[in-house]
């Protein structure tokens, strides 16, 4: 099993800056890929962004240019740093662990709110 913690979200004005960390524990294959997705209300969790172990990187266009992820693979740690945030920047951010070893596994950490205030 494999355990994801967030942290880092809060409430900032709009065009401020977050940044968010997922740790995770657990029994982790090496290979795998580590993302953000984010879930506003009413509305279906989508993609942030995501990070290969071996550093290939992918955003969603909404997030391009303002958001970077990164990841330690010594300490399984992620980081989403975000700037020039916005109002529809605003859900609950969940990171993911997902790899695959003979069948395909994914994980999911407990959320972090982010709020951004017009």
């Known amino acids: 099993q494999v355990q994801l913690v967030e942290s880092g979200g809060g409430l900032v004005q709009d065009g401020g800056s977050l940044r968010l960390s997922c740790v995770a524990s657990g029994s982790i294959f090496s290979i795998n890929v580590m993302g953000w997705y984010r879930q506003a209300p009413g509305k279906l969790r989508e993609l942030v962004a995501t990070?290969?172990?071996?550093?290939?990187?992918n955003y969603a266009d909404s997030v391009k240019g303002r958001f970077a992820i990164s990841r330690d693979n010594a300490k399984n740690t992620m980081w989403l740093q975000m700037n020039s945030l916005k109002p529809e920047d605003t859900a609950v951010y969940y990171c993911?662990?997902?790899?695959?070893?003979?069948?395909?596994?994914?994980?999911w950490g407990q959320g972090t709110l982010v709020t951004i205030s017009s």
């Open positions: 990070i290969t172990s071996g550093g290939v990187t």
């Open positions: 993911q662990l997902s790899y695959r070893n003979i069948k395909y596994r994914e994980f």
